[in-house]
């Protein structure tokens, strides 16, 4: 019933760029905000960026901002992140979540979760 499905990752070179999907059933996405995540093997998974439910608001972290861009069109039901000028830093499972309260940069303000698709950028 409530379903958030990412896909786009991959195998990339430094340098690269590669875009990011979420898709959401309506009852995870309408008037909800959202946000990515990563986690490398062995790290704490942590904030990337987050946009608010009209797309009129967006944070990113600081180790990504002006190299990626979340977006969302709200009719396809889809979150978005581009990662453009890719470093291999950026390698780990990327997650899309939908936002509830609290500190949208803590993964406590989250309540549901998509799967993961791993990015990964070579040297």
């Known amino acids: 019933q409530v379903q958030l499905v990412e896909s786009g990752g991959g195998l990339v070179q430094a340098g690269g760029s590669l875009r990011l999907s979420c898709a959401a059933s309506g009852r995870t996405f309408i008037n909800y905000a959202l946000g990515w995540f990563r986690q490398a093997p062995g790290k704490e998974r942590e904030f990337v960026s987050w946009i608010n439910w009209t797309g009129a608001r967006t944070d990113y972290a600081d180790s990504v901002k002006g190299r990626f861009t979340i977006s969302r069109d709200n009719a396809k039901l889809t979150l978005y992140l581009q990662m453009n000028s890719l470093i291999p830093e950026d390698t780990a499972v990327y997650y899309c979540?939908?936002?509830?309260?609290?500190?949208?940069?803590?993964?406590?303000?989250?309540?549901?979760w998509g799967q993961g698709t791993q990015v990964t950028v070579s040297s």
């Open positions: 979540a939908r936002y509830i309260r609290g500190h949208y940069h803590d993964t406590s303000g989250y309540d549901y």
